[in-house]
């Protein structure tokens, strides 16, 4: 039960982090000297990329930690 409610809440996320890269790159009006020397050089997907494997990281620890507590909580109750 706890492994399909984080289940459920990890794929919420994902879903709006998907929409929220969706909306960023539809409202492309900025056009300050940082942003336009990130795209010209190709860094912004850099930084994509380095977010991306973060909140990969985050997210394969956090399922880590609730296998690790689930166990716990299972031996105490056979105690």
Do not use: C, W
Request: glycine share 6%; charged share 20%.
């Amino acid at each position: 039960m706890i492994h399909r409610r984080l289940f459920s809440r990890v794929l919420t996320m994902l879903l709006l982090l998907i929409s929220f890269v969706a909306n960023a790159q539809q409202q492309n009006t900025e056009s300050g000297p940082v942003n336009e020397l990130f795209r010209s050089n190709g860094k912004i997907y850099v930084i994509v990329g380095i977010l991306v494997i973060i909140f990969i990281g985050i997210v394969l620890f956090l399922i880590s930690l609730d296998r690790k507590i689930s166990k716990l909580e299972d031996r105490d109750r056979n105690l």
